[in-house]
């Protein structure tokens, strides 16, 4: 989920953002001293977030794995970025910034489930942000408005490995965490706006 453009007048360091993220009613992200306000959810998305999450838990159950989903925030220390991914995973044990427990430092795989007009920022510069750390093995990018999944997978050169499913019946591996997705199922009950039929040629 991407965070709409707008900062606040003053610069903060991470403790202020920290105090006032802790007391906000929404959540915002944190970058270079700015605060921005994070896009809210549509249908689509938390649809489709419900069910990466259902199915990824079901799968992780009795591993060294524990998942997260839409209220908790990690911060990517290389670059200082505190932001809220849709879904990820962390492998034990669990990394926390502080004793309150509600910044992670060590996710190992991240989905975003991205709009239109929030991809371009999912896809370029958060990625660039979150690719600096290290424990990441897996970035996960789901279209809301078609059938689309971008796997982004860490080789041991430190290269990241596109890999892209877009048919029902095509299924998404994570050997990293031994899940696996069926896209049909990451789009269940998601209405996708009609693709238009190419025009017939004289």
């Given at each position: 989920?991407?965070?709409?453009?707008?900062?606040?007048?003053?610069?903060?360091?991470?403790?202020?953002?920290?105090?006032?993220?802790?007391?906000?009613e929404?959540?915002?992200?944190?970058?270079?001293?700015?605060?921005?306000?994070?896009?809210?959810?549509?249908r689509?998305?938390?649809?489709?977030?419900l069910?990466?999450?259902?199915s990824?838990?079901?799968?992780?159950?009795?591993?060294?794995?524990?998942?997260?989903?839409?209220?908790?925030?990690?911060?990517?220390?290389?670059?200082?970025?505190?932001?809220?991914?849709?879904?990820?995973?962390?492998?034990?044990?669990?990394?926390?910034?502080?004793?309150?427990?509600d910044?992670?430092?060590?996710?190992?795989?991240?989905?975003?489930?991205?709009?239109?007009?929030?991809?371009?920022?999912?896809?370029?510069?958060?990625?660039?942000?979150?690719?600096?750390?290290?424990?990441?093995?897996?970035?996960?990018?789901?279209?809301?408005?078609?059938?689309?999944?971008?796997?982004?997978?860490?080789?041991?050169?430190?290269?990241?490995?596109?890999?892209?499913?877009?048919?029902?019946?095509?299924?998404?591996?994570l050997?990293?965490?031994?899940?696996?997705?069926?896209?049909?199922?990451?789009?269940?009950?998601?209405?996708?706006?009609?693709?238009?039929?190419?025009?017939?040629?004289?």
């Open positions: 989920m991407v965070a709409h453009r707008y900062s606040q007048e003053d610069f903060k360091t991470p403790a202020e953002y920290l105090e006032a993220e802790r007391k906000a929404t959540k915002s992200e944190y970058i270079n001293g700015r605060i921005y306000a994070m896009a809210l959810r549509n689509a998305h938390n649809t489709i977030s069910n990466v999450v259902v990824l838990n079901a799968q992780l159950r009795s591993k060294w794995f524990e998942l997260f989903a839409w209220n908790m925030r990690i911060k990517v220390s290389e670059t200082g970025l505190y932001t809220y991914p849709d879904v990820f995973v962390v492998c034990e044990p669990l990394h926390f910034e502080d004793e309150q427990e910044t992670l430092l060590n996710p190992a795989v991240i989905f975003e489930i991205v709009a239109p007009a929030t991809e371009a920022y999912d896809r370029g510069e958060k990625f660039a942000h979150y690719r600096r750390r290290q424990s990441l093995t897996d970035y996960i990018v789901i279209a809301q408005d078609q059938m689309r999944i971008e796997h982004f997978h860490r080789q041991e050169n430190g290269d990241w490995l596109l890999h892209v499913v877009e048919q029902p019946d095509e299924i998404l591996t050997a990293s965490i031994n899940c696996q997705l069926v896209v049909s199922e990451v789009y269940e009950r998601v209405t996708l706006p009609e693709v238009p039929a190419p025009p017939l040629t004289q």
